[in-house]
């Protein structure tokens, strides 16, 4: 069974950093993305990476200020968010699977999403 746990949200000041965590289970091979969703919003690329490489991607609201990392050995992908926005405010989720891409409808396992907010 896959099963997708985020971690890590939370209330922070603008400026301020938040680092989320994914922890993976029943899955082998796999890609990892972060999304993110604001309310009345469509869900919003934010970051990739592949499990055979260190070769993140970054959407344009997430490159300078946001890392994507993994740590196989522990199954949990990671999100480092540096200079936070008010903007940023939305719930974020960790996805999974064989082929990473920019499309959230693509991903066949998600995690229940973690609360970030960024107040100004």
């Known amino acids: 069974q896959v099963q997708l746990v985020e971690s890590g949200g939370g209330l922070v000041q603008a400026g301020g950093s938040l680092r989320l965590s994914c922890a993976a289970s029943?899955?082998?091979?796999?890609?990892v993305a972060w999304f993110r969703q604001a309310p009345g919003k469509e869900r919003e690329f934010v970051a990739y990476?592949?499990?055979?490489?260190?070769?993140?991607y970054y959407g344009d609201s997430a490159k300078g200020r946001f890392t994507i990392a993994r740590d196989d050995a522990k199954s949990t992908a990671y999100l480092q968010m540096n200079n936070l926005k008010p903007e940023d405010t939305a719930v974020y989720y960790c996805?999974?699977?064989?082929?990473?891409?920019?499309?959230?409808?693509?991903?066949?396992?998600w995690g229940q999403g973690t609360q970030v907010t960024v107040s100004s």
């Open positions: 996805a999974a699977d064989t082929e990473a891409t920019v499309n959230f409808r693509m991903y066949r396992f």
């Open positions: 990476i592949r499990w055979s490489s260190d070769s993140p």
């Open positions: 029943g899955l082998t091979s796999y890609d």
